[in-house]
């Protein structure tokens, strides 16, 4: 049987003030399965009205959505958790039920904003910086535009999902590509990648140090290094960057110097140029450019090279 097309999703008048709904309308806007679930959702009107746990306009949520009705958080349909009189679906969150309901529960970028927005659907995310309440906030702001704060809960839920969705691409990266080296209890994680997230999936992965290439085709910092380390492993890298430094000249052809302080002093070293190495007050990186610094010649060593030299010095 053809489903009829949604000519409306209805939420509860308050509805811009909690990320349950907002979260709804996000997917209903953006998600191709809820689109092929429901004909129409993603152009379909809002309607702020209802109550949760009760039919709305005395009708069941069926007898709505055959009229074009799709209800969230209200009508006692199959969105609608709110125990109540006609017997609404009484668990997890209208955006749980609806991400089940079109398929995409498993998505793994989305298991944690599921998460969260369950718990602060249960009144668990009181933090004043919680989505829910900056909702509140600006809706006082705000008080006759409930769309808007509604867009801005749906720009943020959507930001987060990106997030998710490369931290998962990274762990992904770090599974087939990262080669993985134990020195005593430190491990330590060479792999090429531009994908910034690499860095968190190692640290949660338990490495200690992270040596990353940037692929020959990234159209930043193409094919430079960087070595990074974990502030709670407190690693000094000022052996591994005098090695490095002095492999560089070689590799250049060049003769700077061979003066151990030198070698080893924090920042850049005048004529090997392609490193700078932080340290004091912070965790120590070595870095072949950055983001902030683009121009920076790009290291003559190889990945290999430098994990090596990483190995034997820390």
């Given at each position: 049987m053809k489903a009829t097309p949604v000519q409306a999703i209805v939420f509860h008048k308050n509805a811009h003030r909690h990320t349950d709904d907002a979260a709804c309308l996000w997917i209903a806007r953006t998600r191709p399965e809820a689109e092929a679930r429901f004909p129409g959702i993603s152009t379909a009107e809002v309607i702020f009205d209802g109550t949760g746990g009760e039919q709305y306009e005395g009708k069941s949520g069926d007898e709505l959505e055959a009229e074009g009705f799709l209800m969230f958080g209200v009508g006692a349909g199959r969105f609608d958790e709110h125990p109540g009189p006609q017997n609404g679906a009484k668990k997890a969150c209208s955006f749980s039920l609806f991400c089940e309901e079109i398929g995409i529960s498993n998505d793994p970028a989305l298991s944690k904003i599921i998460e969260y927005v369950a718990e602060s659907d249960r009144g668990n995310s009181g933090h004043p910086m919680a989505l829910g309440s900056l909702a509140k906030v600006m809706d006082r702001l705000w008080p006759n535009d409930p769309m808007k704060?509604?867009?801005?809960?749906?720009?943020?839920?959507?930001?987060?999902?990106?997030?998710?969705?490369?931290?998962?691409?990274a762990e992904r990266e770090y599974n087939e590509k990262a080669r993985k080296h134990r020195v005593g209890k430190l491990l330590v994680v060479a792999i090429t990648t531009d994908n910034e997230l690499v860095n968190a999936v190692t640290r949660s992965q338990g490495a200690s140090v992270?040596?990353?290439?940037?692929?020959?085709?990234?159209?930043?910092?193409?094919?430079?290094?960087?070595?990074?380390?974990?502030?709670?492993?407190?690693?000094?890298?000022?052996?591994?960057?005098?090695?490095?430094?002095?492999?560089?000249?070689?590799?250049?052809?060049?003769?700077?110097?061979?003066?151990?302080?030198?070698?080893?002093?924090?920042?850049?070293?005048?004529?090997?140029?392609?490193?700078?190495?932080?340290?004091?007050?912070?965790?120590?990186?070595?870095?072949?450019?950055?983001?902030?610094?683009?121009?920076?010649?790009?290291?003559?060593?190889?990945?290999?090279?430098?994990t090596e030299i990483v190995l034997a010095n820390i």
């Open positions: 704060v509604f867009q801005w809960q749906i720009d943020a839920l959507a930001a987060k999902y990106l997030e998710q969705k490369a931290f998962h691409e992270v040596i990353q290439q940037r692929p020959m085709n990234s159209k930043v910092l193409p094919g430079n290094i960087m070595v990074y380390t974990e502030r709670r492993a407190r690693i000094n890298l000022a052996d591994a960057v005098a090695t490095i430094r002095q492999e560089e000249q070689r590799a250049k052809g060049v003769s700077v110097t061979t003066d151990s302080h030198k070698l080893r002093s924090p920042g850049k070293m005048e004529g090997v140029l392609e490193w700078y190495y932080l340290t004091g007050g912070t965790a120590d990186m070595l870095l072949n450019g950055s983001f902030s610094a683009p121009d920076t010649p790009r290291t003559r060593l190889s990945l290999e090279t430098v």
